[in-house]
């Protein structure tokens, strides 16, 4: 039965990366850093090829798949957006550490969410029909490899819920341009969204001048 291929990966760094401010919805571009890194990347090691780039709407993101798919159209996807970190955006953690608000937010576990954050539930259920919806896409139109650019709290949102196999939202982070091959059986996905992952982007093991192991799953 055919298998549909989801290449997620996370934008470029911007200079809110640079400089550990929370970014969430503020729409800063890839800074000049950031972008000869998506480069090098490039140079390095090869992206897997795909049929269709989905990404968030932020800049960021669009920018990260107009470098890493030249000439591939891409698809706007609203809930692939980062959560909004409501008054603590554009701050960084020393900024913040004497904030009341901020101290009750960070607690591990937390379900606090300040005026303007997005709570995590929220966020969760927001970036889960997200993939639903790019998954579904793809089977509606056949498309059977596809780039899914977006943001880490995304990312690691959504593997940690729906990856095989099951691992922490800590081990579903990476680095800026890189990220996580996982597959969609379409028999399973429609009765349970689950995706299995069988790889990492760019892999280490993928450097231009040798032969590519995956080669035969594009």
């Known amino acids: 039965m055919k298998t549909y291929k989801l290449y997620m990966i996370r934008h470029g760094l911007t200079e809110y990366n640079l400089d550990g401010r929370y970014c969430g919805t503020l729409d800063p571009p890839l800074c000049e850093e950031g ?3 998506l ?9 897997p090829y795909v049929d ?3 990404a968030s709407p932020l800049l960021r993101a669009r920018q990260t798949a107009e470098i890493l798919f030249p000439g591939c159209d891409y698809t706007a996807v609203e809930n692939l957006r980062e959560a909004s970190f409501g008054p603590f955006e554009g701050k960084t953690m020393a900024q913040l550490r004497d904030d009341p ?8 576990g937390s379900e606090y969410a300040p005026a303007g954050v997005e709570p995590s539930k929220a966020f969760y259920v927001r970036c889960r029909m997200g993939i639903i919806q790019i998954v579904d896409d793809m089977m509606r139109r056949g498309v059977t490899n596809a780039a899914v650019v977006t943001h880490a709290g995304v990312i690691s949102t959504v593997l940690a819920a729906l990856a095989y196999p099951k691992l922490s939202q800590y081990d579903w ?17 429609i009765r349970e969204p689950v995706l299995e992952y069988f790889g990492d982007i760019p892999s280490e093991a993928l450097p231009h001048d040798e032969e590519d192991p995956y080669d035969d799953m594009y």
């Open 101 to 108: 608000e901020f101290a009750k937010w960070i607690v591990p």
């Open 39 to 47: 480069y090098e990347l490039m140079e390095q090691y090869d992206y």
């Open 173 to 189: 982070n990476c680095e800026a341009g890189c990220g996580f091959m996982l597959r969609a059986d379409p028999s399973l996905f």
């Open 52 to 54: 269709e780039v989905y």
């Open 35 to 37: 972008v000869n890194q």
